[in-house]
């Protein structure tokens, strides 16, 4: 997933610090190439396509072609069965990974994931850094993940937002109407007042996070807002790639909405940001950097714990949509209209 390879780059400039002559190399899924793209401390990527995930012999010739890099170390941050296989393949004598019980003695190190962090950085960054100790004698304590634009990216969405007459002096805030799927996305009527909240308490400009197959979604949304609202959105202005997105978010004033992906990227843009997490994701993993400020986010469990006494994650991911209805915006909006006080 996207929010995973760009927070798993900080590994890159930990190692960078230590081993400045170091060739350092990234596996990753190729349609999240973009998150990364221009990252000063990766030399080289290698990419996992979906051909290459249904067809044996494609997948087959690319561990090979791991083989042949001759790796002296191997970080895998997964363990699951197609990175068993690279680490397999790859003969470093150094292999590092979380510990699985069943997949330990694949690799020379293996660390148990913490359950409470220790920074605001959250368990998401914490856990990943842990794995340097065997190569780095200074782990840092926290990096930010980061995205690098280009100059030109920059001002071709600047040029792209004024086109659209959005006032760049006014403030303008990018809202994840939808999560990856039901499960992740706050109810569509409910997260239209979180953006009557805001229209009305900042006077902004609204911009959607969506792409073209969720296009009926993201327009129930904006029907579903008031009619002044809809007047504040520009609904027909949205990122037609990742880098498109990244590069308007850089604009933006702030992102608020559904916790995932995007969330993730405009805190490593350093855009402020207001997230709202799905009932059945661990807040503590995914809500990294927040301050109480600068980044804020709301989740059912603060607001009714009771719910969550004696609940395993699996049955908290399938009763979601249920959770859902018991966290309606008036849990939500005191806390937001707190973070809006600083535009």
Known sequence: MIGDVLTSSILFEALKAEHP?????YVINSHTFHVV?????IDKYLFVTPEMEQSKPKFLAFLKRIKQEKYDAVIDV???FSSNLMTKFSGAKIKISKHKWYTSYYYTHTFKEAKTPKT???LAVENRLQLLSPLCQKVPEM????????SAEIKASKRLLTEANIDLSKPLFMISVLGSGNNKTYPLPHMATI???IVEQTEGQVLFNYIPKQLNEAKTVYNFCKK???KRIYFEVFGKSLREF???THHCTAMVGNEGGAINMAKALDIPTFTIFSPWIQKEAWNMFEDGKKHVSVHLKDVKPELYEGKKAKELKIEALALYDTFPPKHIIPKLQSFLEQF
């Open 228 to 230: 002044e609202t809809r």
């Open 246 to 248: 990244l590069a308007i």
């Open 120 to 122: 605001n950085a959250g």
């Open 37 to 41: 793209n221009n990252n000063p401390y």
């Open 78 to 80: 997964y363990s699951k």
């Open 195 to 197: 953006i009557d909240c």
């Open 21 to 25: 002559d170091s060739e350092l190399h």
């Open 143 to 150: 990096i930010r993940p980061k995205v690098y634009l280009s």
